[in-house]
């Protein structure tokens, strides 16, 4: 066969496989049998191996993944991906429906009606009809770039179809899981080669799309259902319905059990079909999603903090079975918390074997009279904590005895002492080991203080050791009692020393994230830093102050207030100050080198990890992206630099390595 037919049939392959893999892991309605499919595989295959020069990275014999990655990239979300609110009866599905119709000012409201799947949010981008990046959801803002893992699974367009006339650029959003038959199949192969097994599908989806090295991923039976747009260049459908159906017509994986009700009681009747046929779907599901149809209504209702206005999660009733409680304990969390939990004789609740619940705190425990002996109904709901529903009062037999909480930490031995509003007990132990090497972990954690090496059970050690007793003991530690611990060397001391003097040097935005304040996660550390923009004006500020920041309300401005008007905090962070502890305050550049452009990193800097490479690249006004597109400006390549530089090259994308890069952070 000579070159011109051989791409001819390439073509002919390739939509077919294509076409295939829509049928059977999207329509789950396949035309052909395994074996044909697997001669269309092998020819294509063939006739790759016999032309090489006409292999592309959207070829579906590319699915079997690349090399491994040493870790996932970040990426910056363009639209943030929501979360949804939820209903758990009639009563709050009738309360969303009449909300919406307030709004409105309507009589009666269009929806579509979706399975809830119980898997993992992802996020997928096309550009010029090509599988650009795929994403995690992360924590709404920021995921973890998985593009080499998602390339593997089988129904995942690698490239779109041209007849649906695909946009220039395209964002969908989805969830991927894995069907339950796939996974029975697959613990059983896992058991019979003496691997452990997954608890559940979700568990397994979501391991297995998190595996540094694609070809685990592609080894693993994967699916994929897209439900939203994202961004997109050009106009988009007038309707969600039209738009799954958009979606559908360029080759993506749309879920065929979708529905559209007009008016609640459709809605109603949809879920109480999709209830009754729970155990017949194909996967597991624990509710159905409830859209508004109209993306003219959909602007108009918009969103709150972290939920659109449009949405909604009608939860199916949560499984429920009976056990036994063998024995009661308290833990103290990072935060000084008292928790009781209840250990269990282990059960299977939802597929997923359960062997302790949290009784939350002391009045839940009193009021469920839970007690070391009894039976009682254990409730689990997705991936909601399994928790006690109810004490079987008529299988007490005397034996059992009210269960006494604690008056003092059972870890360090400091006064227990409830809060004067709330049901929670904190220890009151300053330097509660429990607590502390918490705190100190979270405080050197990567997206924190970023003091690599000091991990959880080096953190032990030092608490353990009483060598730390607070954040800034850490930056008086010295080689000699580094090498006292066991198991350190020379070398590794060193380097941990190393380690702690570059902290010296961070941006506000972690410094606040690392002291570990309640309710302040990374994203709010920003807000916060880029508003008062140093330690002195947060240290300063009234509730009213901080409640001028975006999306901080009046208990979490309580909050951050009294955590800096504490005393033995505001000491900590004095010492840490006077320790060396530099924080930046953010800096956005409008002119310079780095100003509106978009910068890819690759490989590995000597002078800069890849996350100061990052914060100094978007204190100049830059932007940092995870994958090589037409859009980039510059790849910063470092040693080991991969795939990435490659792509960079074949686009003519300027290339700058990293004595260049570092001449440019110098230019303002």
């Known amino acids: 066969m000579d070159k011109t037919s051989a791409e001819k049939r390439i073509l002919e392959l390739r939509k077919a496989i294509a076409h295939h893999n829509y049928r059977y892991y999207t329509l789950d309605d396949p035309e052909v049998s395994d074996a044909h499919y697997d001669r269309l595989m092998q020819g294509l295959s063939a006739l790759e191996e016999q032309f090489p020069d006409l292999v592309t990275p959207d070829s579906p014999t590319r699915r079997v993944g690349g090399v491994p990655s040493e870790k996932f990239e970040r990426v910056v979300h363009r639209l943030p991906m929501l979360s949804?609110?939820?209903?758990f009866d009639d009563g709050e599905l009738a309360e969303f429906d009449e909300r919406i119709r307030?709004?409105?000012?309507?009589?009666?409201?269009?929806?579509?009606?979706?399975?809830?799947?119980?898997?993992?949010?992802?996020?997928?981008?096309?550009?010029?009809?090509?599988?650009?990046?795929?994403?995690?959801?992360?924590?709404?803002?920021?995921g973890e770039d998985v593009t080499p893992n998602m390339r593997t699974l089988r129904n995942v367009a690698l490239q779109l179809r041209a007849e649906a006339s695909p946009p220039e650029y395209l964002e969908v959003r989805g969830e991927v899981f894995i069907r339950k038959a796939d996974f029975a199949r697959f613990n059983q192969r896992r058991e019979e080669s003496g691997e452990p097994l997954f608890a559940n599908p979700r568990n397994a989806?979501?391991?297995?799309?998190?595996?540094?090295?694609?070809?685990?991923?592609?080894?693993?039976?994967?699916?994929?259902?897209?439900?939203?747009?994202?961004?997109?260049?050009?106009?988009?459908?007038?309707?969600?319905?039209?738009?799954?159906?958009?979606?559908?017509?360029?080759?993506?994986?749309?879920?065929?059990?979708?529905?559209?009700?007009?008016?609640?009681e459709?809605?109603?009747?949809?879920?109480?079909?999709?209830?009754?046929?729970?155990?017949?779907?194909?996967?597991?599901?624990?509710?159905?999603?409830?859209?508004?149809?109209?993306?003219?209504?959909r602007r108009r209702l918009g969103q709150v903090s972290k939920s659109p206005r449009w949405a909604i999660a009608y939860k199916f009733p949560p499984e429920e079975e009976e056990t036994l409680v063998e024995a009661i304990d308290v833990n103290v969390g990072r935060t000084g918390a008292l928790t009781p939990v209840a250990f269990l004789r282990p059960i299977k609740v939802g597929g997923v074997t359960v062997s302790r619940a949290t009784l939350h705190n002391e009045d839940e425990l009193r009021r469920k009279d839970v007690r070391v002996g009894d039976w009682v109904f254990v409730r689990r709901a997705g991936d909601v904590i399994p928790e006690i529903v109810k004490v079987i009062d008529s299988k007490r037999d005397g034996r059992q005895v009210p269960f006494t909480f604690p008056t003092h930490c059972p870890v360090c031995g400091a006064a227990a002492v409830r809060e004067e509003e709330g049901a929670i007990t904190r220890c009151t132990g300053v330097a509660c080991p429990a607590q502390l090497q918490g705190n100190i972990r979270h405080f050197a954690s990567r997206s924190a203080m970023d003091i690599e090496g000091l991990g959880e059970k080096l953190c032990a050690q030092l608490v353990g050791q009483g060598l730390v007793r607070d954040y800034s003991d850490l930056y008086q530690l010295d080689a000699g009692q580094l090498i006292a611990v066991e198991r350190m060397g020379e070398k590794s001391a060193e380097n941990i020393l190393d380690a702690i003097a570059r902290s010296k040097r961070t941006t506000l935005r972690r410094f606040l994230y690392a002291l570990?304040?309640?309710?302040?996660?990374?994203?709010?550390?920003?807000?916060?830093?880029?508003?008062?923009?140093?330690?002195?004006?947060?240290?300063?500020?009234?509730?009213?102050?901080?409640?001028?920041?975006?999306?901080?309300?009046?208990?979490?401005?309580?909050?951050?207030?009294?955590?800096?008007?504490?005393?033995?905090?505001?000491?900590?962070?004095?010492?840490?100050?006077?320790?060396?502890?530099?924080?930046?305050?953010?800096?956005?550049?409008?002119?310079?080198?780095?100003?509106?452009?978009?910068?890819?990193?690759?490989?590995?800097?000597?002078?800069?990890?890849?996350?100061?490479?990052?914060?100094?690249?978007?204190?100049?006004?830059?932007?940092?992206?995870?994958?090589?597109?037409r859009k980039t400006d510059w790849?910063?390549?470092?040693?080991?630099?991969?795939?990435?530089?490659?792509?960079?090259?074949?686009?003519?994308i300027r290339m700058l390595d990293e004595k260049a890069f570092l001449e440019l952070l110098k230019e303002r």
């Not at 694609?214 to 994929?224: D, G, K, M, Y």
């Not at 109480?272 to 003219?296: I, N, T, W």
Request: glycine share 10%.
């Open 84 to 87: 949804l609110a939820n209903a």
């Open 102 to 142: 307030r709004h409105l000012s309507i009589e009666r409201v269009d929806y579509v009606c979706e399975p809830k799947l119980d898997g993992l949010a992802v996020e997928l981008v096309y550009e010029k009809g090509a599988l650009a990046r795929a994403s995690t959801r992360g924590d709404g803002l920021v």
């Open 205 to 264: 989806a979501a391991g297995s799309l998190r595996q540094l090295d694609p070809r685990i991923t592609a080894s693993r039976p994967l699916s994929l259902f897209l439900y939203e747009v994202g961004q997109l260049s050009g106009g988009e459908p007038s309707s969600h319905w039209q738009k799954l159906e958009w979606l559908k017509a360029m080759g993506l994986p749309v879920n065929p059990r979708n529905a559209r009700a007009s008016g609640l």
């Open 266 to 297: 459709a809605v109603r009747a949809c879920y109480q079909r999709f209830l009754s046929a729970r155990h017949d779907f194909p996967y597991e599901l624990d509710g159905m999603v409830v859209k508004v149809d109209s993306e003219d209504q």
């Open 516 to 629: 570990g304040i309640r309710h302040v996660g990374e994203a709010t550390a920003k807000l916060l830093a880029d508003h008062f923009r140093s330690v002195e004006g947060l240290l300063r500020a009234t509730p009213e102050d901080l409640m001028r920041v975006r999306d901080v309300g009046p208990a979490m401005a309580e909050e951050i207030a009294a955590f800096f008007q504490e005393p033995q905090n505001r000491e900590v962070i004095a010492k840490l100050l006077a320790a060396g502890v530099e924080p930046q305050p953010p800096e956005q550049s409008a002119a310079g080198p780095f100003a509106g452009k978009t910068v890819v990193l690759t490989g590995g800097l000597s002078t800069l990890s890849r996350e100061q490479a990052k914060e100094e690249i978007e204190r100049r006004g830059g932007k940092v992206a995870g994958s090589v597109s």
């Open 635 to 652: 790849v910063v390549a470092g040693e080991d630099a991969g795939s990435k530089l490659k792509r960079a090259q074949e686009l003519g």
